[in-house]
C-alpha cells in the first residue's frame, strides 16, 4: 500500500450520466495529481494541485472537473464524458511540488468505462 | 514539445540474467528522472529516481545512470527474478523540478522467465 486510496476501483458510466471519483492520501502530502492512463499511451498528466491550489492544467476538457477541498482530497467530477475517455485515471500525491520530496507516490487507481 | 521515449517496449530474459531499459528526454531543462513499476491491476510504484546532479544511483539490484549530456538515462536490474515481471515507466520532470509536471515513456514490458 502506497498511502493513497482511490474509490470506486471500477466505474461503469453512460455517456450523460454524472459520476465523481475520490482521492485520499494519508502521507501528509501537500501535493496531488490527476494522471490519465490508456491503452498504448504513456500516462497523461491531467491537474496539479499544491496546498488546495490548482498550479497546473494539462489543457483537460471541461467535462473533467477536479476539486480539492483540503491537501488529502481529490475528487475528479465527470459529466458529459465520450467513449474516449475510457481509461484508467489514478491519483498521485507527493509532499512537495519542488525539489527533494517531489517524489510522487500513486494510487491503484479507478477503472473508468464509459458506455 | 517535449517528449521521452523509452526502449524497448517488450524485454524477455531469462531469471538471473540483467535487464537494461532506456529512455531519452527532449527538455534539456529537466533534472528530475524517477523510474515505475506497474504491476497488472495496481498503479505505478516508485522503485527508484536520480537528480540531475548524479550520474548513477544504486539500490540493492536496482540501479539508474543518467548522461545530461546525451540526455538519456537507463534502468538496470540485475539478478532478475520472475517478481521483477512488471511494465517499467521512466519519467522525466518538464523543464525543472519545480512544477511537479512529469512526462513519462510509453512504458517496457519485462517478463522474465523462470
Known amino acids: 500500500e502506497t498511502g493513497v486510496t482511490q474509490t470506486p476501483r471500477h466505474l461503469v458510466m453512460g455517456m450523460t450520466n454524472k459520476k465523481s471519483l475520490k482521492c485520499e492520501q494519508h502521507?501528509?502530502?501537500?501535493?496531488m495529481y490527476w494522471y490519465k492512463q490508456s491503452a498504448k499511451k504513456p500516462l497523461e498528466l491531467m491537474f496539479v494541485?499544491?496546498?488546495?491550489?490548482?498550479?497546473e492544467n494539462n489543457s483537460v476538457p471541461s467535462r473533467f472537473s477536479p476539486e480539492c477541498p483540503n491537501s488529502s482530497h481529490l475528487f475528479l467530477h465527470l459529466h458529459t464524458l465520450q467513449p474516449e475517455d475510457s481509461a484508467l485515471y489514478l491519483c498521485?500525491?507527493?509532499?512537495?511540488?519542488?525539489?527533494?520530496?517531489?517524489?510522487?507516490?500513486f494510487g491503484p487507481g479507478t477503472r473508468l468505462t464509459v458506455t | 514539445g517535449e517528449n521521452v521515449e523509452q526502449h524497448p517496449s517488450t524485454l524477455s530474459v531469462q531469471e538471473g540474467d540483467s535487464a537494461v531499459i532506456k529512455c531519452t528526454y527532449s527538455?534539456?531543462?529537466?533534472?528530475?528522472f524517477p523510474w515505475y513499476k506497474q504491476e497488472l491491476g495496481k498503479g505505478p510504484q516508485l522503485i527508484i529516481d536520480?537528480?540531475?546532479?548524479?550520474g548513477e544511483k544504486k539500490d540493492q539490484r536496482i540501479a539508474v545512470t543518467l548522461n545530461k549530456t546525451a540526455k538519456h538515462f537507463s534502468l538496470h536490474i540485475t539478478e532478475t527474478q520472475p517478481e521483477d515481471s512488471a511494465v517499467y515507466f521512466c519519467?522525466?520532470?518538464?523543464?525543472?523540478?519545480?512544477?511537479?509536471?512529469?512526462?513519462f515513456g510509453q512504458g517496457t514490458t519485462l517478463q522474465v522467465k523462470p
Open positions: 494541485y499544491n496546498f488546495k491550489e490548482q498550479t
Open positions: 519519467a522525466a520532470s518538464i523543464g525543472s523540478s519545480n512544477t511537479g509536471k512529469l512526462i
Open positions: 527538455d534539456s531543462a529537466s533534472n528530475y
Open positions: 502521507l501528509g502530502h501537500n501535493a
Open positions: 498521485a500525491s507527493s509532499h512537495s511540488i519542488a525539489g527533494e520530496g517531489n517524489e510522487q507516490y
Open positions: 536520480i537528480r540531475s546532479n548524479v
